[in-house]
């Protein structure tokens, strides 16, 4: 069995949910009453692959909202919580989706492996960085083209390169997709100068400086809120990928050949009878997830039961070749850009 | 999945630390605490021997858990002797009072379901939730001691659990008619306790979420459904 830990986008939405699930009571609790709700398991799910196999799986609700980021005890329980949940449950593989992996990693949690009684088995859980990754990566190859952007003459600005998933999408594009210049952008310097040494290459850029430049920007960091893109700024056309969490990237710019695409998002090649992807406002939730969590689905078709993605910067290619030939040969596609816009630019 | 621009670990550690256990204001928390455990022990004690003369048949074995309870009360005695703290005693009997007197009337009725889901669920989440959080922030001295309790209070659970399990569909409608009448207790009983517990380093919001959690697994196991056991649970949560 799959598992995969989730979470509301916001307070008012996990409330509504709440009362569509018909857990009514806790849909009237305020926030102090969520802080202190244990996590839940919401819903079993069945997915069979057109490859064959037929998988059971389950979807953890943590209970946590964003509006809790800033109570540090209480967002660290919330994912350990729903960590244990998942293991008691005798779940052989979760997905940490939304901002599950990005606690857990922050905070550090891996000094925290006692839960109560039970102690957290690392090799059960995933963060899903390595299939978010590949598809990310895969949606800059296949819509750059589709605009019109010829890949080997690109510049490709990475926003966050020096994150997990970020370092991973920079590894691909520099020595499998070959694009003309990888403009690479992050927080921190020394972490810059290590990515840069190991690709070979690349130009160490501010955003400001990189996004007049950038054909194709992948954000795979959180944008600041206080965040303006000035859209005249920006190359036309211009692909972006909004690879962050949560996705909101079109709200700031698109439109006048600007393309912001929801990135780390796939399609499975049938409808899946659960609900918890309409929570997660996805264009077609029946198909439509997660990359994170797919992960943990093609990880229990092929019987793959480990931490696939775990601890930072452990992705290689080799994983992403592995991830992705699985998320294609049980059903899996990538999200991509209309195509009737495809049809208008050509 | 991706980034978030959120406070580096390193800066948060320090929310982890030890009380400090000589200074005053711990040894007056601790002298009302130490004797909610103790007294908690005790009514424990008291109520599985009672519990013996609804079920017959387990006479022995709920005799077992009462001697087990004892024992815990003497080795929580000796927690507060270690730190030289008297235990407020009668604190704790007033704290008790209202759910002491709901099992003394189910007792009276001879309603077994409901004095299990007293004593053997709540109660027993209660403590379990409560020692698991101060196991962290206690003194080595009580740490140890406690660590001992905890596992034994999860087979005290486990009895309530495996009984109400076996009866499950003739106890239904008195579980949820005893929680309803109970669960507001533990809620009101958390609440007093709060800010003596937050001396210790021992949060409301810690202690409530550990207890849902311990005592949903509870009704999991007996057999309630999700969304059975999220309403249940919903009367400890509003306040």
Known sequence: ?346 | MTTLNAPEATAVEGMDALPDFTTDAYKDAYSRINAIVIEGEIEAHDNYISLGTLIPEHKDELAKLARMEMKHAKGFTSCGRNLGVQADMPFAKDFFGPLHGNFQTALEEGKVVTCLLIQALLIEAFAISAYHIYIPVSDPFARKITEGVVKDEYLHLNYGQEWLKANFEASKEELFQANKANLPLIRSMLEQVASDAAVLHMEKEDLIEDFLIAYQEALDEIGFTSREKARMAAAALAG
Not at chain 1, 310 to 331: C, P, Q, Y
């Open chain 1, 1 to 346: 069995m799959f598992g995969l830990i989730g979470h509301s986008k916001s307070f008012d939405a996990a409330r509504r949910n709440a009362l569509e699930l018909g857990f009514d009571h806790i849909a009237d609790g305020d926030l102090d009453v969520w802080c202190s709700a244990p996590p839940q398991l919401v819903e079993h799910v069945e997915i069979t692959s057109p490859a064959g196999p037929t998988i059971k799986g389950a979807y953890i609700d943590s209970c946590f909202v964003p509006e809790m980021l800033g109570r540090f005890k209480t967002a660290r329980r919330k994912v350990l919580n729903a960590m244990e949940l998942a293991q008691k449950k005798g779940i052989n593989l979760t997905a940490l989706g939304g901002f599950t992996s990005i606690i857990f990693e922050n905070f550090n949690l891996l000094q925290h492996q006692t839960i109560r009684s039970t102690t957290l088995e690392w090799e059960r859980f995933t963060t899903g960085n390595t299939h978010t990754a590949w598809v990310i990566a895969r949606q800059v190859e296949n819509n750059a083209p589709a605009l019109g952007i010829d890949l080997k003459t690109a510049k490709v600005a990475v926003v966050g390169a020096t994150g997990d998933i970020g370092s991973a999408v920079c590894r691909w594009l520099s020595m499998r997709t070959g694009v003309g210049e990888l403009l690479l952008v992050a927080r921190r310097q020394q972490p810059l100068l290590d990515l840069q040494t190991e690709l070979g290459g690349g130009r160490i850029l501010s955003l400001e400086e990189a996004l007049p430049e950038a054909d194709v920007v992948v954000w795979v960091a959180s944008m600041p809120k206080t965040l303006e893109i000035e859209p005249s700024s920006l190359r036309q056309p211009c692909l972006m990928i909004d690879g962050g969490y949560p996705k909101n990237l079109d709200t700031k710019v698109a439109g006048n050949g600007i393309h912001v695409l929801k990135g780390g998002i796939v399609e499975f090649c049938r409808d899946i009878g659960w609900t918890m992807m309409q929570l997660a406002e996805m264009e077609k939730p029946q198909r439509q997830m997660f990359a994170c969590f797919a992960e943990a689905m093609l990880l229990e078709f092929e019987r793959c039961h480990t931490n696939f993605s775990w601890g930072r910067n452990n992705i290689t290619l080799e994983k992403m070749d592995f991830i992705g030939a699985a998320s294609v040969r049980h059903g899996f596609s990538t999200l991509n850009i209309s195509p009737s816009l495809q049809i208008s630019v050509a």
